[in-house]
């Protein structure tokens, strides 16, 4: 059965299946095995493999010298043997002793260096490859996130690379060597004695089509465990990560249950290739010892009228065992071929992805040099953006934009913020708001309409520019394994401790951190999960002061935080708002009354703009919010 025939019988299938195998339904696009040789793999693989291809041609020289040799001791051995019975044997035996003794040492003093220059050939080119993958990985726009499943980027990362790799590690190209053995095997053979040679080679048809079968049960085999791994890390991820729903949901025997059937899918593929595997080995071993027992046989049937020499015995019976285990293996490094091109193959269908993240056309960027246009991200003396061009600060010029094509999110938005104004978007959850700030520093682009930051349209700003013009202060903050002092420094590899010092005592909160054990040293643990919400935000705040822009985002956390940390965090809000314009997605009404400038949104538009106090009077969807927002306000300082 084809692959996709197969990815599709199981997507037919997926209704009658567990809820687990459902959820897993979409890894299913990962078990494709290239077909054969394709040489624009090969060519695609090669800037990678280039600069490391002498270490791979001397260990290939080496290969093909050990295979030589390999072939050759058998060779003269059977010349020791013959040479028994004449005058100087004695002395012929010594010679070819000594001979076979300096050729074996030599075969081994090579084989080290050829498998460890192939090895560190193939280590270096796929650390090349992965780091040019994560490269790529930076430079992709936010949606091809949104869609791309993060398990399925990981393993482009880690098992397809690995895949290559492994193609080296494991010796595939020694499938070279295996070639010109045989070869070499099958002419010193014929030579020897052509009727010998052609007993042992009556059993290669049989074999190598009884290897080629079961090479492909074990191929699937193998295909089948790539997917089941697959699946298996994709459930350990998801129960790992919502450890806390399943405790709390009391899930853990249904997800035992689950688990347990994903990994007796697993196992079962496991066990196919193992008993695959071990039969072929000892049906190897059969073929050998019958060719063994057919070549003796038919030498004593000659030896009545034509004796047949012991030493021609000797080479056959060392060639036969040197014989098969090629052939084996042959099939066997065809498919860890196969499998290092099918993963070559997915990173290269990634690596054509076309969604650059913010590019710039080439004749934008030579403006973005000019002298008398600076634009975003033009330096003062000072080595700040200063913008210089625009009263504007940023603007938002009839904008429509959608996720998903015919889905609208905003319409017709236009929202202009004069340089040091501080502006606020209210409206309901999922109106368009954050989608807003997002446009600005042109994670997304606009369908429509334009977006300017300090006069510049950001389609033609440069994209480190750009985001260098504005500090984010998003809902769900994300903090990264390191310390508060690595934290608040973000993207700094030298951290200025002074710098991250001013930043939090300017937002009022240098003591909580300095208390906890460890001060601002203390440990942040992966995702942040040793730091409340409210202690989060604070570090999000401090990064942005420490990063000092011109321009702050803040999307207000809605979470609910003690009365102690909402003070401070009203305090870090004012801090990090003074001497900067400011994007505000409000949630409280502290911060709403403190801004210029109220922009309500409603289903992606924008239906009311005005003072806080122009709103009121109004008496419209903004006096409706604040009324609601006012009232539970009024009920929570009661409590
Ligand atoms: N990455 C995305 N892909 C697809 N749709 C999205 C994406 N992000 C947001 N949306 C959708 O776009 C709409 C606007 O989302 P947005 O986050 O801008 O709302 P919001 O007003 O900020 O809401 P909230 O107040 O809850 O933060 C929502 O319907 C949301 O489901």
Known sequence: MSVDSKANGEKAAAPGKTRAEKALARFHEEDR?????????????????????????????????????????PWLMGLTFDAFGHPDAARTLMQMGALILVLKLFEQSIAFPQVYLMQLAGARAAGDLRVHVFRFLHTRRLGFFDRTPVGRLVTRVTNDVDSINEMFASGTLNALGDLVRLVLIVVVMLRRDWQLALITFVA??????????????????????????????????????????????????????????????????????????????AAIELVQSLC???????????SLSDRVSFGT???????????????????????????????????????????????V?????????KKDDPGV????????????????????????????????????????????????????????????????????????????????????APRD???????????????????IASNIAAGDVEVDRAR???????????????????????????????????????????????????????DEATANIDSDTEARLQKAVWAAMQGRTALIIAHRLSTIRAVDRIVVFHKGRVVEQGSHETLLAQGGAYARLYQLQFSRGEAHAAE
């Open 361 to 369: 056309p080439a004749d934008a960027e030579g403006q973005a040099v």
């Open 33 to 73: 095995l290239a077909e054969g040789l394709d040489a624009n793999i090969l060519a695609g693989l090669w800037p990678f493999m280039r600069p490391h291809a002498k270490w791979l041609v001397i260990s290939l020289v080496l290969l093909l010298l050990g295979s030589g040799l390999a072939v050759l001791q």
């Open 313 to 359: 015995l000797v080479t056959f019976v060392a060639y036969i065992e040197m014989f098969f285990v090629p052939i084996r293996d042959l099939s066997a490094r065809m498919t860890q071929l196969q499998s290092a091109l099918a993963g070559a193959e997915r990173i290269f269908q990634l690596l054509e992805n076309k969604e650059e993240d913010a590019p």
């Open 204 to 281: 290669v048809p049989p074999v190598a089509l009884g290897v080629m079968w079961t090479r492909r049960r074990i191929r699937d085999a193998f295909r089948e465990i790539r997917v089941k791994t697959a699946r298996m890390n994709a459930y350990l991820n998801e129960q790992v990560s919502g450890m806390a729903v399943v405790q709390a949901y009391a899930r853990e025997e249904q997800s035992a249950a689950e688990f347990d059937e994903i990994n007796e899918a697993y196992r079962q593929a496991n066990n196919r290739s193992i008993v695959f595997d071990a039969a072929l080995d």
């Open 500 to 554: 991250v010092v001013r930043a939090l005592e300017r937002i009022g909160a240098l003591d909580l951190f300095e208390r906890r054990e460890g001060g601002l040293d203390a440990k942040v643990e992966e995702r942040g999960s040793n730091f409340s919400a409210g202690e989060r935000q604070l570090i999000a705040f401090a990064r942005a002061l420490y990063r000092d822009p011109p321009i702050l985002v803040l």
């Open 465 to 483: 520019e750009l985001r260098k013009s504005f500090a984010v202060v998003p809902q769900e903050v994300f903090l990264f394994p390191g310390t």
């Open 377 to 460: 991200g033009a330096k003062d003396a000072g080595g700040d953006p200063q913008p210089r061009t625009s009263n504007n600060a940023f603007e938002l010029d009839h904008v429509d934009f959608e996720y998903k094509p015919g889905v609208p999110i905003l319409r017709d938005v236009s929202i202009q913020a004069a340089k040091g104004e501080k502006i606020a978007l209210v409206g309901a959850t999922g109106a368009g708001k954050t989608t807003v700030a997002s446009l600005l520093l042109r994670l997304y682009e606009a369908k429509q309409g334009a977006v300017r930051v300090f006069g510049r349209d950001v389609r033609n």
């Open 292 to 302: 063994i027992a057919a070549v003796l046989w038919y030498a004593g049937v000659r």
